[in-house]
C-alpha cells in the first residue's frame, strides 16, 4: 500500500516560538505542532486521519 502525501483538505503551518503551528480550517480544532515545516505536516497528517475516524460516527 502506497503512502498519500495529500491532504484532502486545506492546511496552514505558520512559525510559532520555536516551532510550527499546522492546522486545518475545515476542521475544528484539529491542530498541531512539529519542529520544523515537514514534521508539522507529517503530524498533521496524523491529526487529520485521527480526526475524521473519530468522528465518523
Same mark, same amino acid.
Not at 31 to 57: C, I, M, R, W
Given at each position: 500500500? &502506497?503512502?498519500? $502525501? +495529500?491532504?484532502?483538505?486545506?492546511? /496552514?503551518?505558520? +512559525?510559532? *516560538?520555536? &516551532?510550527?503551528? /499546522?492546522?486545518? =480550517? &475545515? !476542521?475544528? *480544532?484539529? #491542530?498541531? #505542532? *512539529? +519542529?520544523? =515545516? #515537514?514534521?508539522?505536516?507529517? @503530524? !498533521? +497528517?496524523?491529526?487529520?486521519? !485521527?480526526?475524521? &475516524? /473519530? $468522528?465518523? @460516527?
Amino acid at each position: 500500500m &502506497e503512502s498519500q $502525501n +495529500k491532504l484532502p483538505f486545506t492546511f /496552514a503551518i505558520e +512559525k510559532d *516560538g520555536s &516551532e510550527y503551528h /499546522a492546522w486545518c =480550517p &475545515e !476542521l475544528s *480544532g484539529c #491542530h498541531t #505542532h *512539529g +519542529k520544523t =515545516p #515537514h514534521l508539522a505536516f507529517e @503530524n !498533521l +497528517k496524523d491529526a487529520v486521519q !485521527l480526526y475524521l &475516524e /473519530a $468522528n465518523s @460516527n
